[in-house]
């Protein structure tokens, strides 16, 4: 199985500035086929369910606002928070889908 | 407007049995896969189970592989989840998702386990 870990477990972070979280697994989760890197990005507010930001480690699903950003090739990967607004206090956890489904333990992001 | 509806969960013996549903709307049902996840409360993801279009295929993490069993219904637009010989360990919140262009893009509310004597 893929293990995916990330980094920090948690942050805190002022508003307007940088949040950043790294998610590394454990093996390749790159598709050489197409190049493109089966790791996912998702956002948890408490009490509901988590929300798709990035798929394809940079693709931003429809609606996600541009401050999120991802990064990333391989093994290791970033999610990045450009300038933090209070509404994105949340949990972060990546995802690969490379060889069935694993998510990371989760990065908890919140205001300084 | 894409709705996944899960429900059937409640608390249950250890050694017992539930079905979860999680009826979809929104979208066309048959030519997506489906997926159950799991989160203890306050803990992290961790995928259980997922059934492809027509529910020839399925399959299963380990922890569950041999207790659980996903099936789908495309005439009900209903994905489920089949448990049996439910553990404590089992005691989680289960979400329903959506297997989208490239992974997990819609996810229901969730409806809750308890394995408890």
């Known amino acids: 199985d893929i293990v995916m870990t990330q980094s920090p477990d948690s942050l805190a972070v002022s508003l307007g500035e940088r949040a950043t979280i790294n998610c590394k697994s454990s093996?390749?989760?790159?598709?050489?086929?197409?190049?493109?890197?089966?790791l996912a990005w998702y956002q948890q507010k408490p009490g509901q369910p988590p929300k798709l930001l990035i798929y394809?480690?940079?693709t931003r699903e429809s609606g996600v606002p541009d401050r999120f950003s991802g990064s990333g090739s391989g093994t290791d990967f970033t999610l990045t928070i450009s300038s933090l607004q209070a509404e994105d206090v949340a949990v972060y956890y990546c995802?690969?889908?490379?060889?069935?489904?694993?998510f990371g333990q989760g990065t908890r992001v919140e205001i300084k | 407007e894409v709705q996944l509806v899960e429900s059937g969960g409640g608390l249950v013996q250890p050694g017992g049995s539930l079905r979860l549903s999680c009826v979809a709307s929104g979208f066309t049902f048959r030519t997506k896969w489906m997926h159950w996840v799991r989160q203890v409360p306050g803990k992290g993801l961790v995928w259980v189970s997922h059934v492809n279009r027509d529910g020839s295929a399925r399959t299963y993490a380990d922890s569950v592989k041999g207790r659980f069993t996903i099936s789908r219904d495309n005439a009900k637009n209903t994905v489920y989840l089949q448990m049996s010989s439910l553990r404590a360990e089992d005691t989680a919140i289960y979400y329903c998702a959506r297997g989208g262009e490239a992974t997990l893009d819609y996810w229901g509310q969730g409806t809750l386990v308890t394995v408890s004597s």
């Open positions: 093996q390749s989760v790159l598709y050489s086929s197409s190049n493109k890197n089966c």
């Open positions: 394809w480690a940079s």
């Open positions: 995802q690969q889908h490379y060889t069935s489904w694993t």
